[in-house]
């Protein structure tokens, strides 16, 4: 099984390999220049020889360069939102479509959904790309599947009670405030049909998940996605509930090591390097995901030949992800320097308050604009939190406050303080 | 081709007629009051024997009550949002969803739409049943979708320029809202790709649409929703720009004058009654959709045999529609009951500010809350707007205001100042 698995993906690397050298101008210049001719590739240790996608390549390429077919079979187009003058865009045609419900399929039956089950999917739209995705595989098996797109918890609650839901998809920590708020009701638990939580969208820890299994009485399976990839389905938790299952046979998937990218032991931290095996409108050689997992030594108890990894434990970078939204501190940067014509000192604060997560921007004015009336403070204040909600979908308060007051670490500004 | 239709009419009433009373105990009953018997069912004039459904009979009936198939046929449940202790919900099966897509395709098509074009589709999560309806016609033509939901125009004109987006999909008030931004801007209109607006959601002016036109050189067509049937593609309009088509042979369309609820003649205003003819899970007889629009005379020019009518005029009910969110001033009452404990007197003003259509809430106190504390009545307010705002997915600013200086009409405080 491993050994047919292993054969199938040199096939398809070389098919991959060959085809974006021909159809993608940014990959033949950069083999080119690597020396590198797809043509002689024969064997899966050879793939180290081949340079790595980031997404500053995607963007650079923004927004239809790196596609590898005529646009015209292009039947689907997700651009990232919320990124400050460096949107990246995925293309889909028909049959990666296909693939990406079949994909969800089995990741959704591997956690026992059947077409008995009932999906609530409730995603900030944000997530829009995942909600499309399980959707769309979750209708294959033939399961009932209610998208909905609410913020309030007693809401999907009723909606959970009323509809006889056995499956609710969400983020970690919109779960955590489900959670919160059913303790406030009178709602009783285990009389819910409820039987398991699908988590995607952010990395979530051991405590939350055993949280949430022992009051609703369920499981709780991680779902992994990766927007540029595909979104979701890229990798998934069966029911052993031992890790990450890797849908190997489309994904050629690496941990290296954060600093010297080599690929690392089993127990070892690593960055999820993935090659798309299979996608035809936007292939990837070995993109650079950010995400960091631990591969581990075991096999799944269900018998899968997959690659069997952790949870993501992090970024490995400062990414914010918060209510399923992302962000860096350098688009808040840019946007205070847009809007100020000046570079700011600033702190982001990262909070929780009954069970929803927030953000608070400090920013410390400069003495020109402190010495600016109050009102046109508010002005500028008002100005910032519209701009902000533009930007990240997200309401983010601003507060101005003197430089001294931030919270420093060797002497340097922290930019993320994060109490959630 | 019209006699056609009218036997394949006539043959999928009874079929609907019978099916609806083995499977739906609703309406069983409901045949059996008005001594009806569906196998009797010969000639389409033996329709308006049929009592009609109302949005009221849906409520009653939530969640389930008005499936006519086993619950685990059904693949897609839509829940209407927004809705104060009233949900409504719709099913789909397998079938259905097909349906939709095929309807939506045509639609599509018959506005001139090909594979090589690209659509940005962009709609207020609380039309996200739409966003669906459409994507699916538009990948079964092979167009290429960009489903993006982003409030800010700057980023969708950006993403309309870069992605030479030749069809955009919105509601009426944001296209809108698009214009003004784009004169802001030093985009030259005529260099877009663009080719036309699809507008859906929310009734539009003639002045409206021809301002769209005007700015963007492009044409503006109408694409029917109604959420209870089955979302958008009911009904649309063709490249002949003279009104909105039926698909009448998936639904009988009858328009009724409001009060009498007798037939209108052409070029008299009606309300929309359909039943439908070919849906499996939801199924609806007569189902008052209390919109309203006049039946025209003429045929099109495309040479369409279907029904066909002006845009939509109007609501039958004073449902306010606001960025493709609708409510009802009751629901506002029942909040406002809700969170205070009293029986508030309120006006719902509703204004538009730099092309974004605004709803302020003026609502006077009782003695008993005035005399409160400023803090405490700043505490209201503010749990008020976050009460609204969780109900609506809509930010509601909130004044209180004196009982006095209510707008009124013949002594009565007017529930809704529409300044739009």
Redesign the interface.
């Known amino acids: 099984m491993k050994n047919d698995l292993k054969l199938i993906q040199l096939e398809r690397l070389y098919a991959i390999l060959n085809r974006v050298y021909k159809e993608v101008p940014f990959y033949r210049s950069l083999f080119n220049r690597y020396n590198l001719d797809p043509e002689e590739f024969s064997d899966l240790t050879e793939l180290k020889k081949y340079p790595f996608t980031t997404r500053e390549d995607l963007q650079k390429n923004?927004?239809?360069q790196m596609f590898a077919v005529p646009?015209?079979?292009?039947?689907?187009?997700?651009?990232s939102?919320g990124t400050t003058g460096e949107?990246i865009?995925v293309?889909y045609t028909?049959n990666d479509?296909t693939l990406l419900a079949e994909l969800n399929a089995k990741a959704l039956q591997s956690m026992g959904i059947t077409?008995?089950d009932?999906l609530q999917i409730t995603f900030h739209?944000?997530l829009?790309a995942s909600a499309?995705g399980i959707?769309s595989g979750?209708?294959l098996i033939?399961?009932?599947?209610?998208?909905?797109?609410?913020?309030?918890p007693r809401?999907q609650l009723?909606?959970m009670q009323?509809?006889r839901t056995t499956t609710m998809v969400c983020t970690p920590s919109y779960a955590i405030w489900l959670s919160e708020v059913l303790l406030q009701t009178d709602i009783n638990p285990h009389a819910l049909m409820l039987k398991r939580f699908i988590l995607c969208g952010e990395p979530f820890t051991e405590k939350q998940k055993e949280h949430l299994q022992s009051l609703f009485k369920v499981k709780v399976y991680d779902l992994y996605a990766v927007m540029e990839i595909f979104g979701p389905g890229v990798a998934f938790e069966c029911r052993e509930q031992k890790g990450l299952h890797f849908q190997e046979e489309h994904f050629y998937v690496e941990i290296l090591h954060p600093e010297t990218l080599e690929p690392v032991n089993p127990g070892e931290l690593g960055e999820i390097v993935i090659t798309t095996l299979t996608k035809e409108a936007f292939p990837l050689i070995r993109y650079r995901t950010g995400d960091l997992t631990i591969p581990l030594k075991e096999t799944c108890p269900c018998g899968s030949p997959y690659l069997l990894t952790t949870h993501i434990v992090g970024r490995k970078d400062d990414l914010v992800m918060l209510r399923g939204i992302k962000f860096h501190p350098s688009q808040i940067e840019l946007l205070l320097e847009a809007v100020t014509g000046e570079k700011l000192p600033f702190q982001i604060l990262l909070y929780r308050e009954e069970g929803i997560e927030k953000v608070l921007l400090l920013v410390a004015l400069s003495e020109n604009l402190f010495t600016d009336s109050f009102s046109a403070q508010e002005n500028l204040k008002k100005n910032l939190e519209e701009r902000l909600?533009?930007?990240f979908?997200l309401p983010i308060k601003v507060k101005f406050v003197e430089e001294g007051s931030f919270e420093k670490k060797n002497g340097k500004i922290l930019r993320i303080i994060d109490k959630r």
Not at 71 to 79: F, K, P, S, T, Y
Not at 142 to 152: Q, R, T, W, Y
């Open positions: 923004y927004p239809y646009l015209r079979e292009v039947v689907r187009i997700q651009a939102s949107p865009v293309g028909k479509l077409k008995d009932v739209h944000g829009f499309f959707q979750a209708e033939g399961a009932s599947v209610i998208p909905i797109n609410l913020e309030d809401k009723k909606i009323d509809y909600y533009l930007e979908n």
